[in-house]
């Protein structure tokens, strides 16, 4: 695989994982809980394609970023990047939000009856 092949490459996967992480903002505000299992696993399969793009980027060599077209690309996947970071980020956000504040209650509890509160009463005078 060439330099610019292995760039391309990895500006797909960056643009696919733009697309999971709009996805993420998305069912995070729509059901105000953290992601269903299979969504999970769709992150855990990018993230292993992420690993795999990054190693193969390794190998390009340093003088190929003078090259006109390889430093478009370059800024391209950097914007790109930047983009999933800023959504990742307000995504752990959500999630931390909905985290701690768990499910909401379905129903309020039922107030005590009038002879409970008057026995409760009578016992503290």
Known sequence: ?????????????????????????????????????????????LLTKLDES???????????????????LLEQTRARILQILQLDKENEQLLLRYSLTGPRPAATPASPSSALLQKIYSRIS
């Open 1 to 45: 695989m060439t330099p610019t092949e292995a760039l391309r490459q990895h500006q797909l996967l960056c643009d696919e994982l733009h697309q999971f992480a709009l996805e993420e903002n998305r069912f995070l505000r729509q059901h105000q809980r953290p992601l269903a299992s299979e969504l999970l696993e769709r992150k855990r399969t």
């Open 54 to 72: 990054l190693s193969a980027l390794r190998t390009v060599p340093a003088g190929r970023v003078k090259e006109p077209e390889t430093r478009d």
